[in-house]
């Protein structure tokens, strides 16, 4: 494996790909107990059309979070929760809408814990009993989902901003699309994209980077196995198909998402600095210490819930604020009129040095967080782009950058507003 120190970070990177394919990253923490290793694929939820061996597939909506929740089960009915939870370590999993991770963490027996994680996640075993046994219990998730106006909010406002894009089905899928996937499904999910070639173990601790690899190399052999090719039929117009979507729920006040459609950013150095311009731009229109977001504040019409990013996802990328709001309309309308404003005068060069300063800052501290550190190394991975050289992107940014983002992105035209209004009690009677 070859090692890069980063001396901004006092971080060191190990890194290899093995025979297999697999992509092996080891961040050694010398002195801490604490271990923690990701397993992760590059396969989400928008992932379900694609091609192998010579042949095209459609798989139902949610079979990603599906296989995720199947992955679990072992032959001889073993219990792999129990069976890390016996050595110390405590294990778990997500998908999100293009990737699945699986995890553990632990303070001792590291090396068959990570065993255990690459034998569990590389060993498809599905039954028609098990697979149907499953889908009460995700059917139930699903109407949880339902349920949760943050979740509603937001998938509705991915309805109503994408015409192609599979962001507009949620990660769970929904009750009908789940009852359409089978063990057949799930192994041909599984043999596409669970592929080492497909995927990156990521390891924090203090442990020896050539023992991971060996350890890897013994698990999962060298043999190289064939990956889905994924079909991306999903061209977006920038224009919003709908500029607005309401729905009532059992809430105490007005919650609202806003957002404005991207260009999709693709992969790479400077995808990754667009994506950096994109948070300095939302920290500048509607981050806590601008002047509209005190404005906003002042006049009542948001709350200490409301806040923003810029969201990326494979094939889309918006730029999003959220939050409770008594009038969302007035809130959609003075973050346009403040875009124009910072479109035209741009930001005032302290103002932007300051913000700079702490969005990097914020970077540097959360490399503290294991969980945090691993989950970005891997993402970033997938998008052909070391995460350790962040601090070299924040430094080429210009303070330009921002009024040129927000000039092109947040316009009436890639405007949508998702509102979740209480329930008014004539409609409960």
Not at 191 to 216: H, Q, T, W
Not at 243 to 256: D, G, H, I, L, Q
Not at 374 to 394: Q, T
């Amino acid at each position: 494996m070859k090692s890069v120190y980063y001396e901004d970070l006092d971080e060191t990177l190990y890194s290899g790909v093995l025979p297999s394919g697999l992509t092996v990253l080891v961040v050694p923490r010398k002195g801490f107990t604490k271990k923690l290793a990701y397993f992760v694929t590059d396969f989400g939820s928008i992932h379900t059309h694609f091609t192998l061996e010579g042949k095209t597939f459609h798989a139902p909506a949610g079979v990603a979070h599906y296989l995720e929740h199947k992955m679990f089960d072992l032959p001889g009915d073993r219990d792999v929760t129990a069976e890390f939870a016996a050595m110390g370590a405590m294990t778990n999993a997500f998908t999100s809408y293009d990737m699945t991770a699986y995890y553990f963490s632990c303070t001792e027996h590291f090396e068959d814990c990570l065993r255990l994680l690459l034998e569990f996640v590389s060993t498809p075993y599905f039954t028609p009993e098990s697979v149907e046994k499953e889908r009460g219990i995700i059917d139930q998730e699903i109407g949880m989902n339902e349920d949760a106006p943050d979740s509603v909010v937001f998938e509705n406002l991915m309805q109503a901003m994408y015409e192609n894009h599979p962001i507009r089905v949620p990660i769970l899928g929904t009750s009908q699309t789940i009852r359409e996937i089978t063990d057949q499904t799930l192994y041909d999910c599984h043999r596409a994209f669970y592929a080492p070639g497909n995927m990156v173990l990521c390891v924090i601790g203090d442990v020896n980077p050539e023992s991971v690899s060996a350890i890897a190399r013994e698990m999962l052999g060298d043999e190289k196995k064939e990956v889905g090719k994924k079909i991306r039929n999903w061209e977006e117009s920038m224009v919003c198909p709908r500029k607005e979507t309401t729905a009532a729920m059992e809430v105490a006040m007005p919650t609202c998402n806003l957002a404005f459609k991207c260009e999709p950013l693709g992969s790479g150095e400077e995808a990754v600095r667009t994506e950096m311009v994109a948070d300095l731009a939302a920290e500048a229109l509607f981050g806590e210490s601008s002047p509209l977001y005190l404005k906003l504040y002042e006049e009542g019409i948001i709350d200490s819930s409301f806040g923003g990013g810029f969201e990326i996802i494979d094939g889309c990328a918006m730029l999003l604020c959220s939050g409770d709001s008594d009038d969302p309309h007035a809130l959609r309308d003075a973050v346009l009129k403040e875009a124009k404003r910072l479109a035209v005068e741009g930001v005032p060069e302290e103002d932007f040095q300051r913000m700079r300063r702490s969005a990097l800052g914020r970077r540097i501290r959360a490399l503290d967080s294991f969980d945090s550190t691993c989950f970005r190394l891997c993402a970033y991975h997938f998008d052909h782009f070391d995460f350790f050289r962040f601090p070299e992107i924040y430094e080429s940014i210009h303070r330009s950058d921002i009024p040129k983002f927000l000039g092109r992105v947040v316009t009436e035209q890639r405007c949508c507003l998702s509102v979740i209004e209480p329930i008014r009690k004539e409609e409960t009677l």
